[in-house]
Nanobody, 122 residues
Framework: QVQLVESGGGSVQAGGSLRLSCVAS????????MGWYRQTPGKQRELVAI???????NYADSVKGRFTISSDNAKNTVYLQMNSLKPEDTAVYYC????????????????WGQGTQVTVSS
C-alpha cells in the first residue's frame, strides 16, 4: 500500500555536504510523521531527525546544528540536509514514516525505506 524510496546517499570528504530525499507513495490518507534513522554494523538503528505536522522537528544530539530536516507535504517528501559531515556520520540512512492509509484512516502504521549509504572519509 505504501512505499518509501530514499535517494541522495554517496561518499564525501569530512566537512562536505549531502542532501537525502525520501518520497512516500501509495494510498496515503495522511502522514503523521516522517524522519530519518541510521545504522552501522553492530549497532541498533538510531534516530537522526524527525518532523511532525510539517513544522515540528527533533534531532539527535550528535547532529544538532549540522543537519536539517524538512518536508514538502504536496510531494509526500522528506529531506535531510547534512552539512559539516564527520566520519562518524558514516552509516546506512533509513527513511521512516507513520502513515494512515485510505482504507484504514485513524490507524497509523510504521513504514521503512530500504536505506541509502552515506560514507564520510577522513
Amino acid at each position: 500500500q505504501v512505499q518509501l524510496v530514499e535517494s541522495g546517499g554517496g561518499s564525501v570528504q569530512a566537512g562536505g555536504s549531502l542532501r537525502l530525499s525520501c518520497v512516500a507513495s501509495g494510498s496515503i490518507a495522511s502522514i503523521n510523521a516522517m524522519g530519518w534513522y541510521r545504522q552501522t554494523p553492530g549497532k541498533q538503528r538510531e534516530l537522526v531527525a524527525i518532523i511532525t505536522s510539517g513544522v515540528n522537528t527533533n534531532y539527535a544530539d550528535s547532529v544538532k546544528g549540522r543537519f536539517t530536516i524538512s518536508s514538502d507535504n504536496a510531494k509526500n517528501t522528506v529531506y535531510l540536509q547534512m552539512n559539516s559531515l564527520k566520519p562518524e556520520d558514516t552509516a546506512v540512512y533509513y527513511c521512516n514514516a507513520v502513515i494512515e492509509v485510505v482504507s484504514a484512516v485513524g490507524l497509523g502504521h510504521v513504514y521503512w525505506g530500504q536505506g541509502t549509504q552515506v560514507t564520510v572519509s577522513s
